[in-house]
């Protein structure tokens, strides 16, 4: 019979003589109990002080011993992780068919708004969303708040049930929303405790089953979870892309008017779409360009094609090494005519690629609106918008090239420079939404290096 965390401490003689029979400290053994769940790297120390077998460890039975195909009283949907841990819950939105339940990757976002920007944003590819905000979908759904035409997310999962909406601008309930986009959620999950198990054991793979029939193959949801093959190695930029050319004119969103139009730029940039959000293409126009997008795909010929000033790289989803091999040649030719580049996001790593840097996946990545990082030639600290869960590795960096911005939360690279050619790159989100604006300034430097080039050419 499984134990809970609580019985294994009370077995153990409390939580300090816990920690010291164990060999881990009293800090770890307290998130034990806040997760109500141990971590896996912790059973072999927990074993050999208890004498316990690892089925009796909580959150270490596999559901084909403990957890019956039919859900308990209440439960309409299950998050069902690789390693057979479900969390039950009730279902919204739309409901999932057995041939086709979405499975991703299970990561958190810590932002207290804009989820409906968060859902839509094409960097959440093959992903599940945890909110860690309680109250989700409370302010409804409205066509202006989109960053993509379709949502992006496989899912998602809130704690507390979605209520009516109570806001000027909602056109829908968040659920209807999510029924006509085909997204799944999942609600009354303790998201605490999945978010904690996320942040010590990495992203897991899942599935989100939400059926009309309300039952449930505890097994084929653990095989199908099981098989998803993880982010690292797969390209997403190519299917959230868009597939030709196009021109975009539209404005940051200002109270009352709503969305406005550039009638005179001055200056051409090309935008690669690797899965980029609409509010990055109204911030460059809001910076005074004209902007002509174009397919992640696109050769640095076609690219340079329609004659920039600038050319910038967008985020996206995906593994950057994966994109990397038809994007890095691209980019690497457009380095060489010496046109300015601006990276984000997705952008940011493909460009430290194509200058022979490396990239790495992070064990929890970085996703919410209240990220700070620390801007290392004013030594100012911002706070950021963040989607991501792939690094740019800043050893790996040629000695043309200097970091120029850290994450203050772990340390990791946030931002790049080169010191022989007109390229930075950032690997948060300036454009924000959501988000703050601290860093719309960039938009504004980028702008500046084109002027300064253009400055040159005459």
Sequence with gaps: MTLS?????????????????????????RKWRQARAIPARHWPKLIAATGLALGDLPGS???????????????TA????????????????????????????VCFNTGMTGYQETLTDPSYAAQIITFTFPHIGNVGANPEDVEAATPAARGLVV??????????RARQRLEDWLKGHGVPGISGVDTRALTIRIRDGGAPSGVLSFPEDGRFD????TAVAAAWPGLEGMDLAREVSCTQSYSWDETRWAWPAGYGRQTEPKY?????????????????????????????????????????????????????????????????????????IFGICLGHQLLALALGARTFKLARGHRGANQP?????????????????FAVDPETLPPSVRVTHVSLFDGTNEGIACTDRPAFAVQYHPEASPGPSDSHYLFRRFVQMIEGRDAEAR
């Design 5 to 29: 965390v609580d019985d294994i401490i009370r077995f153990l003689g409390g939580l300090d003589q816990t920690a010291q029979l164990t060999g881990v400290s009293a800090e770890a053994v």
């Design 61 to 75: 039975a596999r559901p084909a011993d403990v957890a019956p195909d039919q859900a308990p009283g209440g439960a």
């Design 78 to 105: 299950a998050l069902v992780l690789a390693d057979g841990t479900i969390f039950w819950g009730r279902g919204f939105g739309a409901r999932t068919a057995p041939e086709r339940v979405p499975a991703g990757e």
């Design 159 to 168: 704690r507390q049930d979605v209520t009516e909406p109570s806001n000027w």
């Design 218 to 221: 505890i097994k084929g949801l």
């Design 268 to 340: 051409h940039v090309v935008a690669v779409d690797y899965g980029a959000k609409r509010n990055i293409l109204r911030s460059l126009a809001s910076a005074g360009c004209r902007v002509t997008v174009v397919p992640a795909t696109a050769t640095g010929e076609e690219i340079l094609r329609h004659d920039p000033d600038g050319v910038f790289l967008s985020n996206g989803p995906g593994d950057p090494a994966a994109t990397g091999e038809y994007a890095v040649p691209a980019i690497r030719e457009v380095l060489g005519a010496g046109v300015p």
């Design 373 to 389: 990082v620390k801007d290392l030639d004013t030594g100012k600290v911002e706070i950021t918008s963040q989607n991501h869960g």
